[in-house]
């Protein structure tokens, strides 16, 4: 018998450790090999740049197994190239664990870019902000049609997730990939949080040919 998720409400510290050693008992006894299987290696066709928003897990939300996806998260799925952990997890995902399809997602109700859309003083997380008004900046003349708030914050969850897959085309990693005639696709989702649904952008790149010619590296 399964044993039941800790309740939000009961969650603590030690509630945690318990619940891990719940989690192991059931594991193995539905899938006795399960631990052998996964400590013999990662081989992920998917790297996934997220928001650590808590109520965004990769594996859930595409209904994968540990070990099928590789993962890099932070606040607002900003993608910069002065980002040297995400480049390191970019270049890692690509060059040794030869992942196919490199995703990101937002989500709707993201509190990072609902952040940047205001005034207000945050603290240190403004200047991590200040690359998601560079792309309300880049997308001003669309977003000043937009009249409805709700509407334009959407929108803007959006477009910080298509200029992060950009972002990602443009890296020489990416690009050297391509190169090397490596098979390497890069996409933008969204996420609602009110329906489970995960909205593709439809703004695939799979070679050079789909970057911008100011990007394009020899």
Not at 11 to 22: E, H, R, S, V
Not at 129 to 155: G, S
Request: glycine share 6%; charged share 20%.
């Amino acid at each position: 018998m399964c044993a039941k998720t800790i309740e939000t409400k009961d969650i603590t510290y030690d509630a945690l450790l318990q619940g891990n050693k719940d989690w192991v008992r059931d594991t193995i006894d539905s899938d006795p090999e399960f631990f052998d299987k996964l400590s013999a290696g990662q081989s992920p066709p998917v790297l996934w740049i997220g928001c650590s928003d808590s109520r965004v897990p990769a594996n859930q939300i595409t209904n994968t197994k540990p070990g099928d996806i590789f993962v890099h998260r932070n606040i607002a799925n900003v993608v910069v190239h002065t980002d040297m952990n995400l480049l390191s997890v970019l270049d890692y995902s690509i060059n040794v664990l030869k992942v196919k399809h490199v995703i990101v997602c937002g989500h709707y109700g993201c509190g990072g870019v609902k952040a940047a859309l205001g005034n207000k003083q945050v603290g240190i997380i403004d200047n991590w902000l200040r690359n998601i008004r560079d792309v309300y900046r880049t997308h001003e003349r669309e977003m000043a049609t937009i009249k409805d708030p709700d509407q334009r914050f959407d929108r803007l969850v959006e477009l910080n997730a298509i200029e992060g897959a950009a972002n990602v085309a443009n890296t020489s990693i990416v690009q050297s990939a391509w190169a090397n005639g490596q098979e390497l696709a890069v996409h933008a989702w969204v996420y609602s949080l009110k329906t489970g649904i995960i909205k593709d952008m439809k703004v695939t790149c799979t070679c050079v040919d789909d970057v911008a010619p100011a990007f394009q590296v020899g």
